[in-house]
């Protein structure tokens, strides 16, 4: 029911900046908590940020003062400012959307490769 369309990854070097956007479409379902996790190779799924729909925000500590999460006014695409990026910042990067209706689903989107390297 939710289809989500990720864009934005890419090379960068250490210092730079990418900008990472994730559209949810899901005609009338309402889209609850938004986010973003990555996953590096031979490393586990961790959480960069969320948000609410009402825009309480839940950062990695690794990301505050670097990374921004944001919510459109439509409350159905966020985006990942990212800056003073890293090496450890390469990863996969995946957008999450959660719907609840009769049961809580958790929807993912394709990942976008996120690089970081001189």
């Known amino acids: 029911q939710v289809q989500l369309v990720e864009s934005g990854g890419g090379f960068v070097q250490p210092g730079g900046s990418l900008r990472l956007s994730c559209a949810a479409s899901?005609?009338?379902?309402?889209?609850?908590?938004m986010g973003w996790y990555r996953q590096a190779p031979g490393k586990q799924r961790e959480l960069v940020a969320s948000?609410?729909?009402?825009?309480?925000?839940n950062s990695a500590d690794s990301v505050k003062g670097r990374f921004a999460i944001n919510r459109d006014n439509g409350e159905n695409t966020i985006y990942l400012e990212m800056n003073s990026l890293k090496p450890e910042d390469t990863a996969v990067y995946y957008c999450h959307a959660d719907v609840v209706t009769t049961d809580f689903l958790r929807y993912w989107g394709q990942g976008t490769q996120v690089t970081v390297s001189s």
């Open positions: 948000i609410t729909r009402g825009g309480s925000i």
């Open positions: 899901g005609g009338t379902v309402i889209i609850g908590d």
